[in-house]
C-alpha cells in the first residue's frame, strides 16, 4: 500500500528529445507528488511537485502529468539537454509524513 | 538562506564502531527527516523528528540506531557498533510547518571497514 513504483530504471535519450518516466502509487490518501533529481555524490534536488487536484504542472521545461483514476503520474522533460543527465525520484506522501520513494531512473542525454 | 547542512560529507569507520551523523535543517524548518540511501537504490525513510520529538521511527532498525533533534543544535543520527552493511550515503531532509515539501542535504556517505 505504501509503495510507489518507478518505470523505466534506465532511460537514453539523444538530445532534444522528450524523456517521460512513469510513476504509479497504491495509497490513495497520499497528497503531494514531488520529482527529485540527483546528480552523482549529490542529495535529491526538489525538481517540481504537484497535487492530485490538478492534472498537470508545468515549470520550465519540467511537466507532472497527473491521473488520478489511474493512481499514476509521470515527468516529461521537453528539449532535454546533456545536463539533465541525472537520477530522477519520483515520491508521494501524505501531510508532513515521510515521503515514499520510487526505486528511481537513471537518464543519460546523448549530445 | 543556506540549505539543509550535513556532517561530514564522508565518514569512515571499522566495524564496531559509533557513527555520528549531524543534521542542521534549514532555517525557520522545525521538521526534519532521515533517510538512507544503498547504492543503486532508491531512499528509504528511517526517522521523523521535530524539536525535542520523534514523530515516526518506522522505519529505524530496532537496534544499535538512534536520532536525536534538540531544543538547542543539528539533529545527530547515531549508529552504535557499525557493521559493513551499515555502508550507504545518509540523507537528511527538513521542512518548514507546516511539513510536505522537504529539501535535502548533501548528505553523509558512511564508509564500513
Known amino acids: 500500500q505504501q509503495q510507489v513504483k518507478q518505470s523505466p530504471q534506465s532511460l537514453i535519450v539523444q538530445k532534444g528529445g522528450i524523456p517521460i518516466i512513469n510513476c504509479a502509487y497504491e495509497n490513495t490518501a497520499f497528497d503531494y507528488f514531488p520529482w527529485y533529481q540527483q546528480f552523482p555524490g549529490k542529495g535529491p534536488a526538489l525538481l517540481i511537485a504537484?497535487?492530485?487536484?490538478?492534472s498537470e504542472k508545468k515549470e520550465g521545461r519540467f511537466t507532472i502529468s497527473f491521473n488520478k483514476s489511474a493512481k499514476q503520474f509521470s515527468l516529461h522533460i521537453m528539449d532535454s539537454q546533456p545536463g539533465d543527465s541525472a537520477t530522477y525520484f519520483c515520491?508521494?506522501?501524505?501531510?508532513?509524513?515521510?515521503?515514499?520513494f520510487g526505486q528511481g531512473t537513471r537518464l543519460t542525454i546523448n549530445p | 538562506n543556506a540549505g539543509v547542512m550535513q556532517n561530514p560529507r564522508h565518514l569512515v569507520r571499522r566495524r564496531g564502531q559509533e557513527a555520528r551523523l549531524r543534521c542542521s535543517p534549514m532555517?525557520?524548518?522545525?521538521?526534519v527527516y532521515w533517510y538512507r540511501q544503498l547504492p543503486e537504490e532508491g531512499l528509504k525513510f528511517m526517522v521523523y523528528?521535530?524539536?525535542?520529538?520523534?514523530?515516526?521511527e518506522s522505519g529505524m532498525p530496532k537496534e544499535r540506531f538512534s536520532a536525536e533533534f534538540p531544543k538547542e543544535g543539528p539533529s545527530i543520527l547515531r549508529i552504535q557498533q557499525v557493521v559493513r552493511g551499515d555502508s550507504a550515503a545518509y540523507f537528511c531532509?527538513?521542512?518548514?510547518?507546516?511539513?510536505?515539501?522537504?529539501?535535502f542535504g548533501p548528505g553523509t556517505r558512511l564508509l564500513v571497514l
Open positions: 515520491a508521494a506522501n501524505q501531510g508532513a509524513q515521510k515521503l515514499v
Open positions: 532555517k525557520g524548518h522545525s521538521h
Open positions: 531532509a527538513s521542512s518548514p510547518p507546516p511539513g510536505t515539501t522537504q529539501y
Open positions: 504537484i497535487r492530485p487536484d490538478v
Open positions: 523528528l521535530q524539536k525535542e520529538n520523534i514523530i515516526d
